[in-house]
Nanobody
Framework: VQLVESGGGSVQPGGSLRLSCAASGFTFSSYVMSWFRQAPGKERELVAGISGTGRNPNYADSVKGRFTISRDNVKNTVYLQMNSLKPEDTAVYYC????????????WGQGTQVTVSS
């Protein structure tokens, strides 16, 4: 099983980034996919999640209206479009997969750094 994130980087406040997470080694469409983030000195927090069918995306209040999660079940990839970025969005962003039938079966990516600074 692999979850490989990409698309992180440095951007100025107000800018945009698109994160990608390419999955392999499991039945992608049967897994809820989520993005978490962890800032220095803080606990990891859920940013956004999306069901296996792509319906019912959910977002943390802090990113609603700015971030959009989506998935492509043909390419086995989940995305996070981040717009209007703020310095407080600075964190390592992690991709997470959990099987809809058994929440104890889950996987994490290695993380990608997002830095928002002027």
């Amino acid at each position: 099983v692999q979850l490989v994130e990409s698309g992180g980087g440095s951007v100025q406040p107000g800018g945009s980034l698109r994160l990608s997470c390419a999955a392999s080694g499991f039945t992608f469409s049967s897994y809820v996919m989520s993005w978490f983030r962890q800032a220095p000195g803080k606990e990891r927090e859920l940013v956004a999640g999306i069901s296996g069918t792509g319906r019912n995306p959910n977002y943390a209040d802090s990113v609603k209206g700015r971030f959009t999660i989506s998935r492509d079940n043909v390419k086995n990839t989940v995305y996070l479009q981040m717009n209007s970025l703020k310095p407080e969005d600075t964190a390592v962003y992690y991709c997470h997969a959990v099987w809809e039938q058994n929440l104890s079966r889950d996987y994490w990516g290695q993380g990608t750094q997002v830095t928002v600074s002027s």
